[in-house]
């Protein structure tokens, strides 16, 4: 899982890319992607280690990327052009824009306005979504003049890009017109930005930090209200240290896992759990992954030898106490193939290689 965070010149992109990463300033590069890894948090596995007391414990991660910024007087655009073939890889974004006064850094567009630099955050992305497309319509409207293997092929890819075509120049992202399944798969390799769930952050200062949004953007899955200098500085404190910080500024919860979790529920993932006397894990898998599915993403011999998914939720584990206990009053089932795991379902594959 790669999200990338994007917004304008001086909207704080960077610092909220601290504050997620817990990366110190001195060790960015400013001219080029900083990348980091972000372990998502489960709780879930407490109990797993609780029982099972493994060597180790593996919590899933995401990479989140900060793209590099304008050169210093650009700030009328967030360049996303220029950022495309890393966009497009990206299975999610997030979008920064800024809501805070400072007389050392000049605001976009020459005045602080969130709403209107979300609004042109979302032209930008639907101006690049717009070429790609323009730019595959053309070259299948010649290609589908010509009788080949790939005629009614690239026949149905026309109809749907022109529908894509005709959304975007009318300002509607792709999200809202493209179907799950076939249609998102046959896009997939196009990486259009306005097809890619959001998550939007509304940049406030330090006296909103713990304030709901000012406002919610009807296209993203969640907006949230970060004071990113304050949470890069709390992301660097003693663990110990941080909860009478967050304290006086209303802050609940540390942005980072507010993003994470937010990112998480914007690519439709759910978590699997597995534990042995070497490891307990937390396994991330797309809603509607199916047991055998489940198995293979462990290791392919669980597949290839699968038999039944010994399977119990979470919740009748924690509530039992034990294994033992759970399938004394009969929560621990035996699920087939084609079961579709659920979050939080605690897995043991039986298997026969």
């Not at 930008?124 to 409207?141: F, G, N, P, Y």
């Not at 240290?241 to 540390?254: H, K, Q, S, W």
């Not at 942005?255 to 759910?270: E, F, K």
């Amino acid at each position: 899982m790669r999200v990338a965070i994007v917004g304008f010149p001086y909207s704080g992109k960077t610092a909220l890319f601290r504050a997620i990463s817990g990366v110190p300033l001195d060790h960015l590069k400013p001219t080029e992607e900083n990348l980091a890894a972000v372990h998502i948090p489960e709780p879930r596995l407490d109990l797993l280690e609780k029982l099972f007391k493994p060597r180790r414990r593996t919590e899933a991660t995401m990479d989140f990327i900060d793209l590099p910024g304008s050169t210093e007087g650009q700030v009328e655009k967030a360049g996303l052009e220029r950022h495309l073939p890393t966009l497009r890889q990206v299975d999610a974004l997030v979008l920064v824009v800024r809501a805070f006064e400072s007389p050392s850094v000049p605001p976009h567009g020459g005045s602080v306005d969130p709403q209107r630099d979300l609004a042109q955050l979302r032209d930008e992305m639907l101006v690049a979504d717009l070429a790609i497309c323009a730019t595959r319509v053309e070259k299948l409207q010649k290609a589908i003049t010509k009788p080949s293997k790939e005629h009614d092929q690239q026949k149905h890819e026309l109809e749907l890009l022109l529908r894509c075509q005709n959304a975007l120049e009318n300002e509607q992202p792709l999200s809202q017109v493209v179907q799950p399944g076939a249609e998102e798969k046959l896009l997939r390799s196009f990486g259009f930005l306005t097809q890619k769930p959001v998550t939007a952050v509304i940049n406030v200062n330090e006296e909103q930090a713990g304030n709901p949004p000012p406002f919610r953007d009807p296209h993203a899955v969640e907006t949230l209200a970060v004071c990113a200098t304050l949470e890069a500085e709390l992301i660097q404190m003693d663990p110990a240290d941080r909860p009478a910080f967050m304290a006086e500024y209303g802050i609940r919860a540390l942005a980072r896992d507010r993003i994470v979790r937010s990112c998480v529920q914007a690519l439709g993932m759910i978590f699997m759990l597995t534990a042995c006397a070497e490891e307990v894990r937390a396994w991330p898998l797309p809603k509607g992954t199916t047991a055998v599915e489940a198995a293979a993403k462990v290791h392919t011999d669980l597949a290839r030898g699968f038999i039944k998914a010994e399977t119990v939720s979470y919740e009748d584990l924690r509530a039992a106490g034990s294994i033992r206990e759970a399938k004394a009053a009969g929560k621990v089932r035996l699920e087939p193939k084609h079961y579709v795991v659920q979050d939080g379902d605690f897995i043991t594959v039986k298997f026969n290689v």
